[in-house]
C-alpha cells in the first residue's frame, strides 16, 4: 500500500532518490560553499555570516579541534548552545573533521547533562556560557577533556559582543558563575585554528554524523545513531519534494525552533543550506513579542515551527499585521498540528500550513503533505520518496486500508541503531526492516497517513479507545481555550477517565461552560471527567506538550 500515493502527487516528484549523489554531508556543504559562496548563510542578532564566511570559520573550528585538542575521526563532540552562529560554525567543522556531533539541550540540569555526555562518551564540550554551572558540576564524572565556553554575544562584532554580553551576565543575572580548570572561549578557538592547514576527513554513508538523543517509544534517553548516509538520504528526500516551490539562492526561511532538535537540523540548518537559502536563527522564541519584532525585518519566504509556537503567533496582534506576500512554505512538525490553528493560521497569513512527520530515528522526515495543498486535511501527508510505510498489528501482521494499528517506517533515513543499546534497538525494528514509531495511524486509498495518537498516550474508558489528539482539537476550537492537553488518570469504574488541562484565553471560562461543550462535540465516553485550568502547561525543549509530565503529576495527586 506505500506506493499507492505515486498516482495522487506527482508534481514533478521524482519517486526514488538517488543517495549515491553525495558521499557525506560534507559533500552537501562544499556544495553550498562553492555554489553560494557571497549569499547570506545565517544571521542572528544583527549580524550574518556568508556561506564563505562560514565556509572559513568552520575551517578555523575543525583545525582546532584537530591540531590543538587532537581529536580524531569518530570522536564524539558534543554542542549544548540556543540558536547563535557559533552553532552552525561548530557543527560543520566536526562533521567536516569526521567527528560525531552530539547534541544536547542548554536547558538540561546537570543530571541530565551528566546521563547523556557519560552515555556518548563525548571528548569535547562546545557549550553556552549560562550553561556552564552545570557542567563544572559534572565534568568530573565523565570523559570531557576539552571545554570550549560560548558567550551569546560572541561573534556579534565589537562593539555590540561586549554590550551583549555584559547585559546578558550582570544585568541580567542570566550567566550563574562557573569555574572549569582548562576552559578556552569559543573566540580563542576560532583564533588558534588555521582554515588552510585544515584537512578534512574522507567520508562514506556508513560513518557516523550525530549522537541525537531521543526518549524513543520507550521512555529511556537514548542515542539515535544517525549516519552520514541517513541525513544525506532525507535531505534529498525533502528537497525532491519541496524543489518545485523553492528557488535556490534566495530563499529566507525563520529558525525558532533550536537547530540542536532534529526537525530543526536537518529542515532548517542541511536542507536550506543545501539550497543556498539565509537561515534566520531566532535565539529565544519563547519571547513572541521580541521574535515577532525580529519578523517584521524580513521578506521571509519559508518557516517550520510547531503547533504550541503557531498558536501563541496567531494570538499576537502584531504577528496578523506583518506582510506575509513573500511566504511561500510554512511546514509544521514535532507535534500534532491542531485543525483550529491550522485553519486560524491560512486566515491570517493567506497560506496554508502544512503538516508533516517524523521521528529523531528517521532523520527526521518520513510523511509530508503535498506543498500545492490549500487547506488543512488532518492527515501528515504521504510517504516521502524511497519511504516505504506499513500499518501493522502488534503482532507484525500488515493492516488494510483504513484500519488503526502501528506506523512502521522502512527507508534509507532510517537509523543505523539506538548507540550502545542492541536491546532497545531490537525492540523498535522489525525482521523486514522497519521501524516501529509508536504511533498509532492509518492509512486511507489515496495513500495519506492519518496519526491517531502515541501508542502509549492511548486512554482506555470501559474498554473504548479513546486518542487524546482528538480531545484536544476539539477543545482548541473554543474561542475561550488558548492551549490545552488530554491525559488518562486511573478509575475504579471505568478503568481511565479522561482528564483536561486548560490555559485559558478568556478568565471568564468556567469548568460547567467547558463540560457543556464537551458534551455538545463529544461521544459520552471521551468527555472529560476531571478538568484543571493552569497557567501554562510543561513543554519539552521545542514547546510540544509533555502530556508525561502531566500524567505523572495527577497519578501523584
Same mark, same amino acid.
Given at each position: 500500500?506505500?506506493?499507492?500515493?505515486?498516482? %495522487?502527487?506527482?508534481?514533478?516528484?521524482?519517486?526514488?532518490?538517488?543517495?549515491?549523489?553525495?558521499?557525506?554531508?560534507?559533500?552537501?556543504?562544499?556544495?553550498?560553499?562553492?555554489?553560494?559562496?557571497?549569499?547570506?548563510?545565517?544571521?542572528?542578532?544583527?549580524?550574518?555570516?556568508?556561506?564563505?564566511?562560514?565556509?572559513?570559520? +568552520?575551517?578555523?573550528?575543525?583545525?582546532?579541534?584537530?591540531?590543538?585538542?587532537?581529536?580524531?575521526?569518530?570522536?564524539?563532540?558534543?554542542?549544548?548552545?540556543?540558536?547563535?552562529?557559533?552553532?552552525?560554525?561548530?557543527?560543520?567543522?566536526?562533521?567536516?573533521?569526521?567527528?560525531?556531533?552530539? %547534541?544536547? %539541550?542548554?536547558?538540561?540540569?546537570?543530571?541530565?547533562?551528566?546521563?547523556?555526555?557519560?552515555?556518548?562518551?563525548?571528548?569535547?564540550?562546545?557549550?553556552?556560557?549560562?550553561?556552564?554551572?552545570?557542567?563544572?558540576?559534572?565534568?568530573?564524572?565523565?570523559?570531557?577533556?576539552?571545554?570550549?565556553?560560548?558567550?551569546?554575544?560572541?561573534?556579534?562584532?565589537?562593539?555590540?559582543?561586549?554590550?551583549?554580553?555584559?547585559?546578558?551576565?550582570?544585568?541580567?543575572?542570566?550567566?550563574?558563575?562557573?569555574?572549569?580548570?582548562?576552559?578556552?572561549?569559543?573566540?580563542?578557538?576560532?583564533?588558534?585554528?588555521?582554515?588552510?592547514?585544515?584537512?578534512?576527513?574522507?567520508?562514506?554513508?556508513?560513518?557516523?554524523?550525530?549522537?541525537?538523543?531521543?526518549?524513543?517509544?520507550?521512555?529511556?534517553?537514548?542515542?539515535?545513531?544517525?549516519?552520514?548516509? %541517513?541525513?544525506?538520504?532525507?535531505?534529498?528526500?525533502?528537497?525532491?519534494?519541496?524543489?518545485?516551490?523553492?528557488?535556490?539562492?534566495?530563499?529566507?526561511?525563520?529558525?525558532?525552533?533550536?537547530?540542536?532538535?532534529?526537525?530543526?537540523?536537518?529542515?532548517?540548518?542541511?536542507?536550506?543550506? +543545501?539550497?543556498?537559502?539565509?537561515?534566520?536563527?531566532?535565539?529565544?522564541?519563547?519571547?513572541?513579542?521580541?521574535?515577532?519584532?525580529?519578523?517584521?525585518?524580513?521578506?521571509?519566504?519559508?518557516?517550520?515551527?510547531?503547533?504550541?509556537?503557531?498558536?501563541?503567533?496567531?494570538?499576537?496582534?502584531?504577528?496578523?499585521?506583518?506582510?506575509?506576500?513573500?511566504?511561500?512554505?510554512?511546514?509544521?512538525?514535532?507535534?500534532?498540528?491542531?485543525?483550529?490553528?491550522?485553519?486560524?493560521?491560512?486566515?491570517?497569513?493567506?497560506?496554508?500550513?502544512?503538516?508533516?512527520?517524523?521521528?529523531?530515528?528517521?532523520?527526521?522526515?518520513?510523511?509530508?503533505?503535498?506543498?500545492?495543498?490549500?487547506?488543512?486535511?488532518?492527515?501528515?501527508?504521504?510517504?516521502?520518496?524511497?519511504?516505504?510505510?506499513?500499518?501493522?498489528?502488534?503482532?507484525?501482521?500488515?493492516?488494510?486500508?483504513?484500519?488503526?494499528?502501528?506506523?512502521?517506517?522502512?527507508?534509507?533515513?532510517?537509523?543505523?541503531?539506538?548507540?550502545?543499546?542492541?536491546?532497545?534497538?531490537?525492540?523498535?525494528?522489525?525482521?523486514?526492516?522497519?521501524?516501529?514509531?509508536?504511533?498509532?495511524?492509518?492509512?486511507?486509498?489515496?495513500?495519506?497517513?492519518?496519526?491517531?495518537?502515541?501508542?502509549?498516550?492511548?486512554?482506555?474508558?470501559?474498554?473504548?479507545?479513546?486518542?487524546?489528539?482528538?480531545?484536544?482539537?476539539?477543545?482548541?476550537?473554543?474561542?475561550?481555550?488558548?492551549?490545552?492537553?488530554?491525559?488518562?488518570?486511573?478509575?475504579?469504574? +471505568?478503568?481511565?477517565?479522561?482528564?483536561?488541562?486548560?490555559?485559558?484565553?478568556?478568565?471568564?471560562?468556567?469548568?460547567?461552560?467547558?463540560?457543556?461543550?464537551?458534551?455538545?462535540?463529544?461521544?459520552?465516553?471521551?468527555?472529560?471527567?476531571?478538568?484543571?485550568?493552569?497557567?501554562?502547561?510543561?513543554?519539552?525543549?521545542?514547546?510540544?506538550?509533555?502530556?508525561?509530565?502531566?500524567?505523572?503529576?495527577?497519578?501523584?495527586?
Amino acid at each position: 500500500m506505500e506506493k499507492v500515493w505515486l498516482k %495522487n502527487y506527482d508534481e514533478g516528484v521524482r519517486h526514488e532518490i538517488d543517495i549515491n549523489t553525495y558521499k557525506s554531508i560534507v559533500e552537501i556543504l562544499d556544495h553550498s560553499f562553492t555554489q553560494y559562496a557571497n549569499k547570506p548563510a545565517f544571521h542572528n542578532m544583527g549580524k550574518t555570516l556568508s556561506y564563505s564566511e562560514l565556509k572559513e570559520k +568552520s575551517y578555523e573550528f575543525g583545525h582546532y579541534l584537530q591540531s590543538h585538542l587532537g581529536l580524531k575521526k569518530g570522536d564524539r563532540v558534543a554542542l549544548m548552545m540556543p540558536n547563535i552562529l557559533q552553532y552552525p560554525i561548530a557543527l560543520f567543522g566536526i562533521l567536516q573533521a569526521g567527528m560525531v556531533a552530539v %547534541n544536547v %539541550n542548554p536547558l538540561y540540569t546537570a543530571r541530565e547533562l551528566e546521563g547523556q555526555l557519560i552515555d556518548s562518551g563525548a571528548k569535547a564540550i562546545v557549550i553556552f556560557a549560562n550553561s556552564a554551572h552545570n557542567l563544572e558540576k559534572i565534568i568530573q564524572k565523565t570523559q570531557i577533556k576539552h571545554t570550549i565556553v560560548t558567550g551569546i554575544g560572541d561573534l556579534l562584532g565589537f562593539p555590540k559582543s561586549l554590550v551583549v554580553n555584559f547585559a546578558i551576565k550582570h544585568i541580567k543575572k542570566m550567566v550563574p558563575h562557573w569555574d572549569i580548570p582548562g576552559a578556552v572561549t569559543f573566540t580563542e578557538a576560532l583564533v588558534k585554528g588555521d582554515a588552510s592547514s585544515f584537512k578534512k576527513e574522507s567520508l562514506t554513508h556508513e560513518d557516523t554524523a550525530f549522537l541525537q538523543y531521543t526518549g524513543g517509544t520507550t521512555g529511556v534517553a537514548k542515542g539515535a545513531i544517525l549516519t552520514h548516509g %541517513n541525513i544525506v538520504a532525507n535531505v534529498l528526500q525533502a528537497k525532491e519534494w519541496i524543489t518545485n516551490f523553492i528557488d535556490e539562492g534566495v530563499e529566507i526561511i525563520i529558525t525558532p525552533l533550536p537547530l540542536y532538535h532534529i526537525f530543526s537540523l536537518t529542515a532548517n540548518c542541511l536542507i536550506f543550506s +543545501s539550497m543556498g537559502a539565509l537561515n534566520v536563527l531566532i535565539t529565544n522564541p519563547r519571547d513572541i513579542p521580541g521574535f515577532v519584532k525580529e519578523l517584521k525585518k524580513w521578506k521571509f519566504t519559508a518557516i517550520t515551527g510547531v503547533n504550541t509556537l503557531f498558536n501563541a503567533l496567531i494570538n499576537n496582534d502584531e504577528f496578523k499585521k506583518l506582510d506575509f506576500s513573500h511566504l511561500k512554505v510554512t511546514l509544521g512538525g514535532g507535534m500534532a498540528v491542531q485543525r483550529f490553528v491550522a485553519e486560524k493560521w491560512k486566515e491570517v497569513t493567506g497560506r496554508p500550513l502544512i503538516e508533516a512527520y517524523g521521528l529523531t530515528e528517521t532523520s527526521p522526515a518520513a510523511c509530508i503533505n503535498p506543498m500545492t495543498l490549500k487547506e488543512y486535511n488532518g492527515f501528515i501527508g504521504l510517504p516521502i520518496p524511497s519511504t516505504e510505510l506499513s500499518i501493522k498489528d502488534d503482532a507484525g501482521n500488515d493492516l488494510a486500508f483504513g484500519e488503526v494499528g502501528e506506523l512502521c517506517i522502512r527507508g534509507p533515513q532510517v537509523m543505523k541503531g539506538y548507540w550502545n543499546k542492541p536491546e532497545e534497538t531490537a525492540k523498535v525494528m522489525t525482521s523486514d526492516g522497519y521501524f516501529r514509531t509508536g504511533d498509532l495511524g492509518f492509512m486511507n486509498e489515496d495513500g495519506y497517513v492519518k496519526i491517531v495518537d502515541r501508542k502509549k498516550d492511548m486512554i482506555l474508558v470501559s474498554g473504548f479507545n479513546v486518542y487524546p489528539n482528538e480531545i484536544e482539537d476539539v477543545v482548541a476550537k473554543h474561542d475561550k481555550v488558548l492551549e490545552c492537553a488530554a491525559v488518562g488518570v486511573p478509575d475504579a469504574k +471505568s478503568g481511565e477517565v479522561v482528564k483536561l488541562f486548560v490555559v485559558r484565553k478568556d478568565e471568564n471560562l468556567t469548568e460547567e461552560e467547558l463540560k457543556d461543550y464537551c458534551r455538545n462535540n463529544l461521544t459520552g465516553y471521551k468527555v472529560p471527567k476531571l478538568y484543571e485550568f493552569r497557567t501554562d502547561l510543561p513543554k519539552s525543549n521545542v514547546g510540544k506538550i509533555l502530556r508525561k509530565d502531566l500524567r505523572t503529576e495527577s497519578a501523584s495527586v
